[in-house]
């Protein structure tokens, strides 16, 4: 049995071999805090907030990683989108302020669970993150030495917010969708770069935005093919096309965004980011993370590709300017993040060690915050 075993892992790309040792390490870390936090009650707290008549799973396992938006992904795979209560110009809490593949994903295998929607988003999630590792391996790889993007991976694994990656979230689906349409793109695939884009963008709204790293990997090659321009017109499709269902859905043309009021989100314009302009008094966390985010935009300059820079612009003025809640969540989604780390720190042992020490440190703590329901900047 020990000899299929080591062939086996002889067999295994590198790729997949360092996915499975920093996916399963960095699993077993949370999975401890969330046993020494469950241990005592194996209950939810009673001041806990359920969402569309949610409740917590018998496994504990399972419920570790269903807390807060799980609940809202969980309504849509069990019984759609509700219409929401329309008061004005404003749209009250409603699921349809989240996206659709991944809830509608849960409810096509859900049947392989036993009707299990939870157990069932919980292995999406956790097969998209070992891809996720995977594809960012092979997708650095193609620009860093093995060192330089073997350490990305470990900070991708490692990052204070990876429990989203585990959670009934759409970080791991969205992250793996958006690695596969870069993939593509730098090999000049870009039919399935628009398919994977047009994916991505019906998980997360982040997800248009690949149309411009796409496109400049198209302006970059040559010869440029116009069909191929047409696959990257089209990646923005996935995200209008729930706009428009949404559109038919409550009467109201943008009624997407109005929800996202809700959480106190203003998509349109950068709206918030205006509003402390002008009054000089930005909330302090999404200050702090305007300040990380210039720093790291600062860093990546002439570090990564042209194209990766724009997407990490990009991706942060959409959170910042938005005033997201967890911004720093959002911002982890974005793959050039770890490209411009690893960069930073490959060839230095001692800072190397110290920033993953950091991040493990931060992921555990992070994750017991998320899992005794307290706020996650």
């Given at each position: 049995m020990r000899e299929r075993l080591q062939a086996f892992w002889a067999r295994l790309p590198r790729a997949w071999?360092?996915?499975?040792?920093?996916?399963?390490?960095?699993?077993?870390?949370?999975?401890?805090?969330?046993?020494?936090?469950?241990?005592?009650?194996?209950?939810?707290?009673?001041?806990?907030?359920?969402?569309?008549?949610?409740?917590?799973?018998?496994?504990?396992?399972?419920?570790?990683?269903?807390?807060?938006?799980?609940?809202?992904?969980?309504s849509i795979a069990r019984d759609g989108y509700h219409p929401p209560t329309l008061d004005g110009p404003e749209i009250h809490s409603s699921n349809i302020a989240f996206f659709p593949l991944y809830p509608m994903a849960m409810r096509a295998l859900g049947p392989l669970f036993g009707g299990d929607l939870a157990l069932c988003g919980l292995v999406l999630s956790w097969l998209s993150f070992f891809a996720c590792l995977a594809a960012l391996h092979r997708l650095l790889s193609l620009d860093l030495d093995q060192p330089t993007a073997e350490l990305g991976v470990w900070l991708?694994?490692?990052?204070?917010?990876?429990?989203?990656?585990?959670?009934?979230?759409?970080?791991?689906?969205?992250?793996?969708?958006?690695?596969?349409?870069?993939?593509?793109?730098?090999?000049?695939?870009?039919?399935?770069?628009?398919?994977?884009?047009?994916?991505?963008?019906?998980?997360?709204?982040?997800?248009?935005?690949?149309?411009?790293?796409?496109?400049?990997?198209?302006?970059?090659?040559?010869?440029?093919?116009?069909?191929?321009?047409?696959?990257?017109?089209?990646?923005?499709?996935?995200?209008?096309?729930?706009?428009?269902?949404?559109?038919?859905?409550?009467?109201?043309?943008?009624?997407?965004?109005?929800?996202?009021?809700?959480?106190d989100n203003n998509l349109v314009l950068g709206t918030k980011l205006l509003r402390w302009m002008i009054t000089g008094r930005p909330e302090r966390d999404q200050l702090l993370t305007l300040v990380v985010c210039a720093t790291l935009l600062a860093v990546a300059w002439r570090r990564v590709r042209t194209s990766y820079l724009v997407y990490l612009a990009t991706s942060i003025a959409m959170t910042v300017s938005a005033g997201m809640l967890t911004p720093a969540r959002h911002v982890a989604t974005a793959f050039p993040v770890y490209a411009v780390l690893a960069s930073v720190c490959a060839g230095r042992p001692t800072l190397e060690r110290a920033v993953l020490g950091a991040c493990a440190f931060g992921s555990a703590a992070v994750y017991w915050l998320w899992l005794t329901w307290r706020h996650v900047f």
């Open positions: 071999q360092l996915a499975l040792l920093a996916g399963l390490s960095s699993r077993l870390l949370l999975l401890t805090v969330a046993w020494l936090d469950c241990a005592p009650y194996k209950e939810l707290p009673p001041d806990a907030p359920l969402f569309r008549g949610g409740a917590p799973h018998a496994l504990w396992v399972v419920d570790a990683f269903q807390k807060w938006d799980a609940y809202w992904y969980l991708l694994a490692l990052q204070p917010w990876s429990f989203a990656f585990s959670a009934i979230y759409t970080e791991a689906p969205f992250f793996l969708l958006s690695l596969l349409a870069m993939l593509q793109a730098r090999q000049g695939r870009f039919g399935f770069a628009a398919a994977a884009g047009s994916l991505a963008g019906l998980c997360r709204l982040p997800g248009c935005l690949l149309a411009l790293p796409v496109g400049l990997e198209w302006l970059a090659r040559r010869p440029r093919r116009l069909r191929d321009l047409a696959c990257v017109a089209a990646i923005p499709l996935g995200t209008l096309g729930y706009l428009i269902y949404l559109w038919r859905l409550t009467g109201v043309p943008d009624a997407f965004f109005r929800s996202q009021k809700a959480w």
